[in-house]
C-alpha cells in the first residue's frame, strides 16, 4: 500500500461504524466512508464536538450538520518532492467532499520526483491531468517544473483549481485550463499531433460531460487508456490512473495499463492508496491507483 503520510494539516483521527473523524487544519469533521465496516468505541472527544458532520441518508445522498465550520477554509501541503508549499481552498459542498482528496499526495509526490528529475537533467516535460478536479496534481506537477494541461468537465471545478493555484503561487505557472469532456479533448490532441511525457487520470466512476455525454468507469476505462497512451510522449516518464470504483481493484489496473503500455517497456505497479488512522495505528484504504514508469 502507498501511504500519504506527510500531511501537517490533514490527519484521520479514528473511524468507527461508517464514519471518520478528521482533522482539517483547525476543524474536525465527521463524514462516512464506506471502507469502514467495523466499530469500535468513539472515545475522542472531536465525535461529539466536530465543527461539522455529514450524514448520510438511508434513500442515498446526505446533507451536512455545521457546528462552526466556515464557508470556506485553507489547508497547505509540502515535501521535498514539490519543493514548495501548496494551499488549498476547501469547503463543504455535495455528496460529503470538501474539495480536496489528501491520500492523493503520495501520487503527487511520486510523480513530482520523476518530473524534478527530469527538469534538473534538463528536460522540459509536458504533462496532461484529465478529470483534474480542484487541481491537486495540476498544482504538484507545476511545483516540479512540468508544463501542465489540466482538463475537467465542470467549470466550477477548474475555476476552483485556478483558486488554488493563485494561493499557492502558482498564477504564472505554465499550466493550460480546460474546461472539456475528457474524452473528447484526447481525441482531439491525437488528431493535431501533440504528445504529453506524463499522463495523470482520475476518472470518476460515473459522470457527463458538459454537453450531456456519459461516462461509465467500467465500460470506458479499458478503450480511454488505450487512447491516452496515443498522445505520450516517444520518450515518456509515467502514467497514473487513480480509481475509487470498487471493481477496479490494483491487479485489474496493472491489467489495463500494462497491456496498452508494453511498446514503451518500462515498469507496472498497482497498489490500494491509504491515510493513516491517529488512534489505532493503521491505515484507512482509499481507492487503488496504477503506475506506470520507466
Known amino acids: 500500500m502507498w501511504i500519504a503520510d506527510k500531511w501537517k494539516d490533514y490527519e484521520v483521527l479514528d473511524t468507527s461504524a461508517g464514519e471518520k473523524l478528521e482533522r482539517w487544519g483547525g476543524y474536525l469533521l465527521v463524514r462516512p466512508d464506506p471502507q469502514v465496516i467495523w466499530s469500535t468505541p468513539k472515545r475522542l472527544p472531536g465525535w461529539k464536538h466536530c465543527s461539522a458532520h455529514y450524514h448520510r441518508s438511508k434513500k442515498g445522498g446526505g446533507e451536512w450538520e455545521f457546528f462552526d465550520l466556515p464557508e470556506q477554509w485553507d489547508i497547505s501541503y509540502r515535501s521535498p518532492a514539490i519543493g514548495r508549499t501548496l494551499t488549498f481552498h476547501?469547503?463543504?459542498?455535495?455528496?460529503?467532499?470538501?474539495?480536496?482528496?489528501?491520500?492523493?499526495?503520495?501520487?503527487?509526490?511520486?510523480?513530482?520526483?520523476?518530473?524534478?528529475?527530469?527538469?534538473a537533467a534538463g528536460r522540459s516535460v509536458k504533462v496532461?491531468?484529465?478529470?483534474?478536479?480542484?487541481?491537486?496534481?495540476?498544482?504538484?506537477?507545476a511545483s516540479a517544473g512540468?508544463?501542465?494541461?489540466?482538463?475537467?468537465?465542470?467549470?466550477?471545478?477548474?475555476?476552483?483549481a485556478k483558486e488554488n493555484a493563485a494561493a499557492s503561487g502558482l498564477a504564472d505557472a505554465p499550466i493550460r485550463w480546460?474546461?472539456?469532456d475528457c474524452v473528447k479533448f484526447v481525441e482531439r490532441e491525437i488528431r493535431r499531433g501533440n504528445h504529453y511525457d506524463g499522463i495523470i487520470m482520475d476518472p470518476p466512476s460515473y459522470g457527463r460531460g458538459p454537453?450531456?455525454?456519459?461516462?461509465?468507469?467500467?465500460?470506458?476505462?479499458?478503450?480511454?487508456?488505450?487512447?491516452?497512451?496515443?498522445?505520450?510522449?516517444?520518450?515518456?516518464?509515467?502514467?497514473?490512473?487513480n480509481s475509487y470504483t470498487t471493481g477496479l481493484a490494483p491487479a485489474v489496473l496493472t491489467y489495463l495499463i500494462s497491456t496498452e503500455l508494453r511498446r514503451f517497456g518500462g515498469h507496472v505497479d498497482s497498489q490500494e492508496i491509504g491515510l493513516?488512522?491517529?488512534?489505532?495505528?493503521?491505515i484507512l484504504p482509499c481507492g487503488a491507483s496504477g503506475r506506470w514508469e520507466r
Open 146 to 160: 512540468a508544463a501542465v494541461t489540466h482538463v475537467d468537465a465542470s467549470k466550477g471545478m477548474v475555476g476552483w
Open 128 to 141: 496532461l491531468n484529465l478529470f483534474a478536479y480542484t487541481g491537486g496534481a495540476t498544482l504538484a506537477a
Open 276 to 282: 493513516p488512522v491517529t488512534a489505532s495505528g493503521l
Open 90 to 119: 476547501l469547503k463543504p459542498f455535495s455528496f460529503k467532499h470538501t474539495g480536496l482528496f489528501p491520500e492523493q499526495a503520495v501520487n503527487w509526490d511520486w510523480f513530482a520526483e520523476k518530473i524534478r528529475d527530469a527538469v
Open 211 to 241: 454537453k450531456g455525454e456519459i461516462w461509465k468507469i467500467e465500460d470506458s476505462i479499458h478503450s480511454f487508456i488505450r487512447l491516452c497512451a496515443g498522445l505520450l510522449s516517444g520518450d515518456p516518464l509515467f502514467f497514473l490512473v
Open 178 to 180: 480546460l474546461v472539456d
